[in-house]
């Protein structure tokens, strides 16, 4: 399955003017509260869907913060949720997880997987996370594995203002778009990766984060060495963002941690899932 993750196919569209978000009057009604809530919207003529699940202690007035998490190729909401355990760490930390479904098992990302207007879809469904909700605004976060990591680079760049920080797992800045030395985020976006030496892409994924500090004049600050050979390389961006990245020696193309299973890798070194929370909560918008 693994071969046909990150398998490049027509990545267009973009994330649309503000006048599209504007989805049909079937969007199904939301009754905010803890739990599991599958969700749907009609965007663009297509019904589209997602999944929020809100934490025991969820209440409106908290204002509590919004990680959106997407699956792999192919993959849909509950896969991503098997995956990451996101929905586990939300019930004891206390935050949102909106894990949204790509068309046909896949999203329109920087290399694969289809020409759906996926940011627009995003865009939309953050917006009601805000509005309906009550997300915090400034705590906006965005986490994926392949397909899904790919797309979190790519809403990084598209969706400016609107994330903190983001966490691809197994993914890259690489692609078409990339290609342009202009297409990089115009307001500050932490990032957090985890590239597998072991994964055939990875070579790609060093490539695609060297580009992406270049062109945010980030300075490395340090690499330190990890138990199992695990490597940690933080570095600085001048406009205020950082970047880490973790570089797993024996992980292929999978989510570091968890328990075992399609795509999850419990001997990788470290556990993403804790890591990539830590993260996001040490980073909220610039300027909070």
């Known amino acids: 399955m693994l071969t046909a993750l990150l398998l490049p196919v027509a990545a267009c569209g973009t994330g649309g003017s503000p006048d599209d978000d504007k989805p049909s009057p079937s969007t199904s009604p939301e009754r905010p509260a803890p739990g599991d809530h599958p969700m749907k919207l009609t965007w663009k003529g297509k019904q589209r869907t997602y999944t929020v699940h809100a934490p ?3 209440s409106p007035d908290d204002r509590l913060p919004l990680v959106i998490a997407m699956h792999p190729y192919p993959g849909n909401a509950d896969y991503m949720a098997s995956i990451s355990g996101l929905s586990e760490k939300a019930d ?5 997880v909106a ?3 790509g068309l046909d098992g896949g999203m329109n990302a920087l290399t694969c997987c289809g020409s759906e207007d996926d940011v627009g879809f995003v ?4 917006r009601r996370m805000l509005t309906v909700w009550k997300a915090d605004p400034d705590r906006v976060y965005a986490t994926g594995i ?3 990591a790919d797309m979190a680079y790519k809403l990084a760049v598209e969706l400016p203002g609107t994330f903190a920080a983001i966490a691809p797992v197994s993914g890259g800045f690489n692609g078409t778009d990339t290609q342009d030395t202009a297409y990089r985020p115009k307001s500050p976006v932490s990032v957090l990766t985890f590239i597998g030496k072991a994964d055939p892409h990875d070579a790609d994924f060093d490539t695609g984060l060297n580009d992406w500090r270049s062109r945010l004049s980030c300075k490395p600050v340090r690499t330190k060495k990890l138990p199992k050979a695990v490597t940690r390389q933080d570095a600085r961006c001048a406009d205020g963002s950082t970047t880490t990245a973790y570089h797993l020696p024996t992980m292929a193309h999978a989510w570091p941690g968890g328990e075992p299973g399609t795509m999850n890798d419990p001997h990788a070194g470290v556990d993403a899932t804790d890591l990539i929370w830590a993260y996001f909560k040490a980073h909220p918008r ?3």
Not at 92 to 96: D, R, T, V
Not at 123 to 126: A, F, G, K, P
């Open 92 to 96: 004891k930390e206390g935050f949102l």
């Open 146 to 148: 392949s397909n899904g």
């Open 123 to 126: 865009r939309t469904m953050t």
């Open 99 to 101: 894990y949204p479904d």
């Open 286 to 288: 610039k300027g909070t």
């Open 56 to 58: 025991p202690s969820f």
